[in-house]
């Protein structure tokens, strides 16, 4: 069983929104703190946001802050992030994981591109 598998991204114009989804198996999920990471062409993956077992804390990469929501229901296993006002900077492979100890084994991720 796949652990983390992403989903949502697609192309959309600079402005626009995308909301993306990661389905966990239950072990990679449950009481555990979540993050999404991204890695543009050509760079190392990078941190995006944070939300804890809770939801009652969340934290940002100060490049998204203000822009993006990460939220998460327990009850399905699935953490989003809701993209808004998106920049062609923005355009990533998209991955959720634990944090701040990821599992050895990401998802597949899921393409954002944002066109100017």
């Known amino acids: 069983q796949v652990p983390l598998v992403e989903s949502g991204g697609g192309l959309v114009q600079a402005g626009g929104s995308l909301r993306l989804s990661c389905a966990a198996s239950?072990?990679?999920?449950?009481?555990?703190?979540m993050g999404w990471f991204r890695q543009a062409p050509g760079k190392e993956r990078e941190f995006v946001a944070v939300?804890?077992?809770?939801?009652?804390?969340?934290s940002y990469a100060v490049s998204v802050k203000g822009r993006f929501t990460i939220s998460r229901d327990n009850a399905k296993n699935t953490v989003y992030l809701q993209m808004n006002s998106l920049k062609p900077e923005d355009t990533a492979v998209y991955y959720c994981?634990?944090?701040?100890?990821?599992?050895?084994?990401w998802g597949q991720g899921t393409l954002v591109t944002v066109s100017s």
């Open positions: 939300i804890n077992w809770s939801s009652s804390s969340t």
């Open positions: 239950g072990d990679a999920f449950i009481g555990y703190t």
């Open positions: 994981n634990r944090h701040p100890r990821p599992l050895d084994a």
